[in-house]
């Protein structure tokens, strides 16, 4: 396997839990936060672990792999709802809504979840996934979380004459423009995207840098001048994120409760937010009165999802930035509960600049 870092550990601690002095948990990852500027170039205001590291972009890659087919997409099924579209790039937890919107894709589009080359799993939503093994049904490739993305491909191949059956070879002609897009988002040459990896829904993934995922969220919540056409519609594609938050994950998935106003007002902050496999979240902050130019965020966990330390993260990043909302006054219910004894310290600290 070619080798695609210099760095053996790019982790750093990001933060530690301790009860009575003694600490029971220290959290490893790497955190990159870039800024937009006038010119539309980035800075960064955060480098914690190494953000040059190369990294499997996984599910954060969504919105970048329905751009490359997008236009065929939308020209050639017109009957398509924004949820629709929306649900392409999606990490979708399969609740009713998700298959709703899935069953009626197929109509639309002409095509079965036979053609899907995702694996069969059960649901991310636990009630559909109990309720569906106490009633003995099997798993479906329809459940898998990137099922949405895989009738995305099928659609634009199936508008252009294409084989279906073949969809997921990653040799195929359909991932260049992808790979052109990814070229021109990280002004790297095209052969570095030559290089790419098996997703686990059976697809090709490719690698970037904590630093370049961020800057590339932030592209997606403000949009970015570039010759390539397709570029042109990635903040429609943010649109449809912010519009639809519930759609790309679930009721309970943190990227969808990010989207929906867990710490920020979205209304004065508007964001888009994007969870990934094994501990990857991708955020871009639209222009704001405090980010004029926006913000980028890229946050990967070492040990892989731990949904409950990548909240804790966020919300200190977002407190740090002053991005945070106001707290609401909450009624207390029953007797306190000692706490003082438990402290949760963070050992980076973030020197946000002046707004360019």
Known sequence: MTDLNSSVTPWQSLYTIERSGITEVQVYGIISVVEGTASGDTRSL???????YMLWSRSLLKPWQLLSHFKEVVDN????????LTLMMSSHSAEAAHLKLLDEIMKIGGVSDHLLRCPATY???????????????????LY???SGKH????????ATGKDLESYADPTGEHFQPLKELLSDMTHRPLDDFNFATTDGCQLPNFALTPKEMAAAYLKLACGYDSSNQRVLQLSELGELMRGHPQVIGGVERFD??????LFANVDEVPLVAKEGADGLLGIGIAPNKKYPHGLGILVKLSSGNETRHMQALVKEL????DLLKHKRDKAHIG??????HIKSNFDFEISVSSPV
């Open 151 to 158: 009738f995305g491909y099928l659609l634009a191949l199936k």
């Open 318 to 321: 977002f407190r740090q930035l």
């Open 46 to 52: 955060l480098s914690h672990g190494d953000v040059n």
């Open 256 to 261: 969808s409760r990010l989207m929906s106003g």
């Open 335 to 340: 007797p306190p509960v000692r706490k003082d």
């Open 77 to 84: 099924y017109p009957q398509l709802s924004e949820s629709h």
């Open 144 to 146: 898998h979380n990137c």
């Open 123 to 141: 649901p991310l939503a636990n009630e559909m996934r109990i309720a569906l093994k106490v009633e003995g049904k099997p798993p479906s490739s």
